[in-house]
């Protein structure tokens, strides 16, 4: 339903080159799993199915670090947020280098040197179980909400859009991923996500190279851009409810960026899968140039599209019911010339979606396995935990399909889950640095600290979908959409009528994205309680909320309970920060620094952990044997029993035969005539 007055545009429909195009996608991801699933002997241990046998190059898990959440709400969400905020997103990319440099330097090496497989096996190290068990709940609860809104999301997008069917979409990304996740096992996650980018870059690259040409070049594209106010690359105002701003996006988006690639599961999983930790920081440093070109294709990609509808706002116009929906309505006007180029662009999106979902699939399998059966189960084979690994890759996939089904029932409460994935990520960034960085931190203080984590962001987060932020946008406008039975022989007298009748309709649209004053935003806004000014906050700054109440009620805490003993921690478990800050002070002032903490000592724990490792191995190995030996041994008696009891019917059988032996001559011998009866 367009704006009355307004023509409906005309959008064509999905084609069938396109659905080949679309399928072609599925069919080679789902091949490359069938493939590992099968090459080098298949997925016979845990280690080879969820680490990849830790012989995995640096490109592909470079790729895969990369694309694991650049979903397919970033291939549709980044380019509408540079149409309708501008390009200060597109700083990120700023954010990304220092980023890296911390996970890399400070978060990676502490879960590489303990040689973990969960990311919050650290956490009942250097605390106890019951935060490791917190964390770990929380991590699943986290993606598989994240994956089913991957899944569903899209799907819905491009439905109104394209006409591609949505649960048949759901249900064949759903079937596949789940398929290839579970035959091939992170080997195949990691080689489907590197294809699934080169896709997503090919559908950027089309919409970006088509949309200039037909505006008339990139000159063009830009020149219509600063015109619209749509180039904002600095904002240096302190406000922390501008929503993009310099700060929050260099601190605000550093802390929200480090809670994924420091700690997350997904993430600490494929650069486990390294050879060693200098093979794992190269291929994190490869992500500074692939993220750079991911947001600038999308960022490019929303310049084209506000280049493309400069005079006509598709959400305005009401076209489009959100703004989700602008770059599959741009593919499809732009590129639906050519039978096929829309399926590219589909399959970028949906690839995203598959990388996001795949990467989802493998950790939350690990998770399950390493937190909550391997605990439990201490004496199964390799094979046997391999097996339980797939079976769990297999439910996550079911539960995420009938997650998405479940997200169609949320309408406006999608928006407020995906702002819940992002308020999970700093309590949790925060309880991995209270750790890492604070050898005073016990347990206790990190229990507490992360309730409060939880508490505080939850408040603001839903205080802030209560009230909503005011948050200005650049001018758009409906003046060049075309207008109902507009005709080149009567169009003087359709813009009278259309004036007179509809003026109100699109003077109220175009005031309100017009309008882009403090003065005006707040006078709209007297309603409002004084508390809703809090909520305003930029949601980046989410993060450093969360893990400053963390460390700050953690300390406190944990000071007032009894605090840890540095030198009695294992010096693995915390990262010697000005070691690698302040790599060139004097050796003697570093070692101060240390506060109490023996790293000197890592070679000693990690050569006991060895042999600790060694001994439970030969006891699992010993158990195993006896365990073979008492089957035999009960096999031989069961055998011996059956021998036995065959022996003693074979015996029962012969008396019965040499008794009937007996008995027979007396019954077949005839009678002897009568010899009266002879005589007769």
């Known amino acids: 339903m367009v ?20 399928s072609l996608m599925l069919c080679i991801s789902a091949g490359i799993g069938i493939f590992y699933a099968f090459a080098g002997g298949g997925q016979k241990t845990t280690k080879q199915f969820l680490l990849a046998d830790r012989q995995m190059h640096v490109v592909p898990v470079a790729m895969s670090l990369m694309a694991s959440f650049m979903s397919a709400i970033t291939v549709l969400g980044t380019p509408a947020e540079v149409y309708t905020h501008g390009t200060m ?4 990319w700023v954010t990304y280098i220092f980023m890296i440099v911390i996970s890399a330097h400070l978060y990676m090496p502490v879960f590489f040197n303990l040689g973990v497989t969960s990311a919050y096996e650290y956490l009942e190290r250097r605390f106890s179980v019951v935060v490791r068990r917190l964390g770990c709940l929380t991590f699943i609860l986290q993606m598989t909400i994240y994956m089913g809104i991957c899944l569903y999301a899209p799907a819905l997008a491009l439905e109104e859009v394209t006409g ?26 990691m080689w489907t996500d590197t294809f699934q980018v080169c896709v997503m870059c090919m559908g950027f690259l089309a919409v970006i190279i088509q949309g200039s040409m037909n505006v008339g070049g990139f000159g063009e594209v830009w020149r219509r851009n600063l015109e619209g106010e749509r180039l904002v690359f600095f904002v240096f105002d302190p406000d922390p409810r501008i929503r993009h701003s310099t700060w929050s996006v260099l601190f605000g988006g550093g802390f929200m960026w480090v809670a994924v690639f420091g700690v997350n599961q997904a993430q600490v999983q494929r650069y486990l899968s390294c050879k060693n930790l200098r093979k794992a920081q190269t291929a994190l440093y490869l992500n500074v140039p692939g993220l750079f070109v991911i947001v600038t294709l999308a960022s490019l990609c929303g310049l084209v599209m506000y280049a493309l509808n400069e005079t006509c706002d598709p959400v305005s116009a009401e076209y489009l019911k959100t703004s989700d929906q602008l770059m599959p309505y741009t593919v499809m006007m732009l590129l639906s010339w050519l039978p096929g180029l829309p399926g590219v662009f589909v399959s970028a999106v949906f690839a995203g979606a598959l990388s996001t979902m795949s990467s989802g699939l493998n950790s939350l399998a690990a998770v399950t396995l390493e937190d909550f059966i391997r605990p439990f189960k201490k004496d199964l084979s390799e094979r046997q935990y391999t097996n339980i690994s797939k079976v769990l890759v297999a439910f996550y996939g079911a539960l995420m399909i009938l997650l998405a089904w479940a997200s169609s029932f949320m309408g406006a409460v999608l928006q407020a889950a995906l702002a819940m994935f992002g308020m999970i990520g700093g309590p949790l960034l925060g309880i991995f640095s209270l ?40 001018p758009v406008t409906i003046e060049g959409c075309p207008l109902a039975n507009h005709t080149v022989s009567n169009v003087t007298m359709v813009m009278e009528t259309i004036s007179n009748t509809t003026s109100s309709a699109v003077t109220m649209v175009t005031d309100m994205f017009e309008t882009t004053s403090s003065d005006s935003l707040v006078a709209g806004a007297v309603e409002r309680p004084a508390i809703a000014e809090f909520y305003n906050i930029s949601y980046l700054w989410y993060g450093v909320l969360a893990v400053f109440v963390v460390l700050i009620v953690g300390l406190i805490v944990s000071f007032i309970t009894g605090p840890q003993n540095p030198a009695e921690l294992d010096p693995r478990l915390i990262t010697p920060l000005f070691d690698t800050m302040c790599c060139c002070c004097p050796a003697g002032c570093r070692r101060a620094l240390w506060c109490r903490v ?17 001994r439970e191995l030969v006891r699992r190995e010993s158990l195993r044997r006896e365990r073979k030996e008492s089957l035999r041994r009960e096999s031989l008696r069961k055998e011996s029993l059956r021998r036995e009891s065959l022996k003693a019917k074979k015996q029962d059988g012969d008396i019965e035969k040499v008794e009937l032996k007996q008995t027979e001559p007396n019954a077949e011998t005839p009678a002897t005539p009568d010899s009266n009866d002879t005589n007769v």
């Not at 997103?89 to 990120?92: A, G, I, K, N």
């Not at 023996?598 to 060694?614: I, L």
């Open 3 to 22: 704006l009355e007055g307004l023509a409906e545009p005309d959008l064509p429909l999905f084609s069938v080159a396109d659905y080949v195009v679309f």
């Open 89 to 92: 997103f597109w700083m990120f």
């Open 164 to 189: 591609v069917n949505l649960w048949g979409a759901v249900l064949a990304l759903g079937i596949v991923c789940t398929f290839y996740t579970t035959i091939g096992g992170m080997k195949a996650v």
């Open 435 to 474: 750790g890492i960085f604070f050898p005073w931190a016990n347990t206790t203080g990190a229990v507490v600290g992360a309730i409060c984590g939880f508490l505080t962001t939850f408040w603001v987060g839903i205080g802030a979908q209560i009230y909503k932020p005011i948050v200005p946008r650049p």
């Open 598 to 614: 023996r790293h000197e000592d890592r070679d000693a724990w990690t050569q006991r952990e060895n042999e600790e490792k060694e």
